[in-house]
């Protein structure tokens, strides 16, 4: 065999690179959906906007707020408190304060580092203005910067909560916000979170882009967010499905539509995070002396209600009957306690036992939301309440109005029934302390009050600042008996809260349906 000088060269090069000794390995090719996200544009639908991009705006909506802010402190999964600002905190030995140790690498996009100071200006903004957060706040009476990175909450009486009421304070830059006032302020907000805001229509968009500085400790993926305002669920839907929308967030999904987004190859993570009941507000039924006063007439509309029918009809799955206001996962919940029992024979005899054979009509009616979508539901329940004897109008009310009423406000009254909803941001069933108890809103008179048991109110607090969690859910459940027992609502069900993205979004993380955010979340072809 013959060969040439060029073939002896590449073979000679060839003995040589095998005998040579081995070069540093060659780092494998990212994964292919890795090659994919750079450079994103992550499209978030949402059936509205907070008022203005600012904590001021909303105590929800969590999700609009994320991109531009940090959090005192962060929730992870089953309301586990971890580390935002704050890198760690205690409680004092007298249980009256807390104090947090905050990271010293954080700066806002104005290049101001984020400091104590920032963080104690935050929450007396909060406090001083009655800012939405405060439902998370309310045993705060002070709340001051020991030095740069040390801040120290000081509360009326032992506040367990604080902590978990920390992933709602969305830290604001005190010497901006001080400098150009509230207004200018919401136009041009300042944070401290990865993105920057570069557009905002009142209604309709939020576009957020990733500031140039890296975040400490956040890492997200897209480039921008665009969260835009589509109320309609079909064009959502169809949206998902054609891939012009990544994620839908806050929208209120039926059973029917969440099947029908699963049969389309849509994701939908779901969690039972929101309990239906329907008050009977002990202002109402004082001021009209109807016959609700009496606990056996409470107790009949409860076994009148088929909940396993309505949950099945109308929520297709997503949804199942319960005996308690509280929601799984939260410390106020009570596994033990089963369903209420459809029984309209038990009924009747409870109304007749009450002295109305023939039952009878309430004239307050049955007051609901439009905005909310639950026109079916209220139609359930007026029939079975029908079928017992029980007789009732339904008021449906534009939003406005329904929160006024709820509120006790303009003068309007509740009706003798109240459709309502609960579930549990922080842990402590906060959300239902701001409806139910004896304290009622500010300025509100008798027509606010849902219900009031000062041992109820008594045990909550309790429980609210009680450190040892063994001993706090034992008085969340002696609560929960005692609700139960007086019986101030119709149990109606644990239902479905969803979030839902199109099947090409990877490394969406949501610990709480109550709590999340998109930072890990990114699109693949």
Known sequence: MRCTLTQLGTLLALLVAACAPPGPPTAPPPPEPERRHHNQVLRVAAPALVSTPTPRASRSNVFQLWPLYDNLTRFGPDYEVRPSVAERWEVAPDGLSWTFTLRTDLTFSTGEPLTAEDVAFTLTEVLEHRWPQTAYFGLTAAVEALDTRTVRIITRARDASVPHGAPFLWVLPKRYYQEVGFEQFALRPVGSGPYELVEFQPGELLRYRKRAQPHPFRTPVAEELV????????????GLVSNQIDIAAGIAWSGKQAATLQERGVEVIQRLSVNLQVAMPQGSYELRATPLRD???????????????????????????????????????????????????QARRLLAEAGYPRGFTLPGGFDYSLARGQQQLVAAIQDDLRAVGVHVEAIGNEESVFVDKAYGRRNLPKGDLWLGSHSDDNGFFTSLRTFYGCDRPAGADQRALLYCNPTWDHLLDLAAGEPDAARRRHLFLEANRLFREDVPVIFLLDVARFVVHSPKIKGLEVPLLEAYNFDSAYRVR
Request: no cysteine; aromatic share 12%; glycine share 4%.
């Open 227 to 238: 969260i835009r305002v589509l109320a309609n669920p079909t064009q959502v839907l169809n």
């Open 295 to 345: 606990r056996r007439v409470r107790l009949a509309l409860n076994y009148a209600v088929d909940r396993q029918r309505i949950a099945t009809a109308l929520y297709r799955g997503f949804a199942r009957p319960t005996g308690q206001v509280a929601v799984p996962g939260s410390l106020f919940y009570d596994p033990n306690v089963p369903p209420w029992p459809y029984d309209p024979a």
